[in-house]
């Protein structure tokens, strides 16, 4: 099977390269060098140059606030380029995954939210992803469509990193303690659509769209807790963690107040379940402190 993966250089794409695939799978990953989301008039050629047995969306603008500034921007890179990726893809008779986000609910639900509840985006972000996720529903029915929350992962820009950096410059931090949702490590969700996706094939009618997220609700306060607990145990210095509401940290984008997905539709249809962040998030410090430690000592 030839996967062909937008995206190489994200925390998702990462990992997607280091997953644990089928034998015999061949994967291509591409940067934006090689295929650039702002012309998506171009990524049509792209797909039909690969000829891939199925395509993975793992690109996106992901800067939630930038995109209140550049929703036009935001909403090519999220919905137009998927959207050129999925006919492409379709021409060729294969399948497509669209990688999308617990930011298309308004976080009112007071439990998980399943794949049938009512969409509604609060912020530009979330209005491009969803628009993302219509585009790729309609031009392409051999579709997965899978809603994560919170990723992180030892590289690139996310919370864990966040905290790292602020456990070696603060004394004292605070973080937002109202807003709920299920961190997930990449390299996990990048497992399971490494395990999804053949099957999906293979059975050629479990297509649709279903959440998968980490195993485990917490808060950002919560999280950042047990990432300085993780430091701690190393002999990192931890800051002092001071919890506050989301009024008092105002940004530009609007963020759900509940962005709990849940993943039991696809364990019951794929058999796979994510675990939770207490036990995926050690392995994510260590690697992040080794990568960080190496990276000193080449500048040494």
């Known amino acids: 099977m030839r996967v062909l993966v937008f995206g190489r250089t994200g925390q ?16 291509t990953s591409l940067d934006r060098g090689a295929a650039d989301f702002s012309q998506p008039e171009k990524l049509g050629a792209v797909v039909r140059a690969h000829a891939p047995d199925a395509v993975i969306v793992a690109a996106a603008y992901t800067d939630v606030d930038g995109a209140e500034r550049q929703e036009r921007q935001a909403t090519m890179i999220n919905a137009s380029a998927p959207e050129a990726i999925a006919l492409a893809a379709a021409d060729l008779s294969a399948p497509v995954v669209h990688i999308s986000t617990d930011y298309v609910f308004d976080g ?43 990723v992180y992962s030892a590289a690139g820009k996310n919370f864990v990193h966040s905290m790292l950096r602020l456990a070696g410059s603060r004394e004292e931090v605070s973080i937002v303690a109202d807003q709920r949702g299920c961190p997930t490590a990449a390299e996990d969700f990048a497992g399971a659509l490494a395990r999804s996706l053949p099957a999906a094939i293979q059975a050629d009618g479990l297509w649709g769209t279903y959440h998968l997220a980490g195993g485990a609700e917490t808060t950002w306060y919560g999280f950042a807790e047990a990432i300085f607990q993780e430091l701690a145990a190393r002999g990192v210095r931890r800051p002092v963690n001071r919890p506050i509401g989301t009024a008092d940290f105002p940004t530009p984008a609007r963020r759900p107040g509940n962005s709990r997905l849940s ?6 249809t794929f058999g796979v379940r994510l675990p939770g962040f207490e036990a995926s998030l050690p392995v994510i410090i260590e690697e992040a402190l080794a990568t960080a430690s190496a990276a000193e000592g080449a500048r040494a």
């Open 12 to 27: 998702v794409g990462r990992a997607l390269l280091r997953a644990r695939w089928p034998e015999g799978t061949i994967l």
């Open 108 to 150: 009112e639900k007071d439990g998980y939210y399943e794949e049938s509840d009512s969409v509604a985006p609060l912020n530009a972000y979330g209005r491009s992803k969803l628009a993302g996720e219509i585009a790729v529903r309609e031009s392409n029915p051999r579709h997965l469509i899978l809603r994560t929350s919170w």
């Open 263 to 268: 993943s039991a539709l696809f364990e019951q």
